[in-house]
């Protein structure tokens, strides 16, 4: 027997992330009727984190920080510089001073995900690089809110 069933992920109103395990037939049925109460808000667009919103080579890395424009709050600094793409790219610089190993890939996680989630809110064309700073609090509002501000002063 083959039982099918999805994962439904969610963000709540509450800005969490939030799984359920349900079948694919009661999917459309359980999110329309979350959203209609405005329990979670509906996800829809792409949402991926693919290679192309991403800054791999040093090159990049070096352009960014050499011509991009800084700025920075209690949480983040953030380095913009405009690139002919068309879409935003994330790199990232997370210092060993942060932490161990668990911490430091946890802020890379919320980065992430933080940028994944709000691309739209983003400037269009533009390279980012993201330094966490010494004592940032991991919660993902707290990273996404600087995110979005910080950028937003410069594009």
Known sequence: MICKFRTCVCLSSAGRIEGYSVSVDSVCGVVDYLARWGIIRKMTGDYSFSRQYRLSSKK??????????????DNLVVY????????????????????NAVMRNRLKRLIREAFRLNRDKLPESADMVVIPRKGVRAQLSEITQS?????????
């Open 147 to 155: 995110l979005v501000q910080l950028t937003q002063r410069e594009s």
């Open 80 to 99: 913009v510089l405009a690139n002919r793409l068309g879409h935003p790219r994330l790199g990232m610089a997370v210092g060993k001073k942060l932490g």
């Open 60 to 73: 990049d890395f070096e352009a960014v920080f050499s011509r991009g424009k800084s700025r920075a709050d």
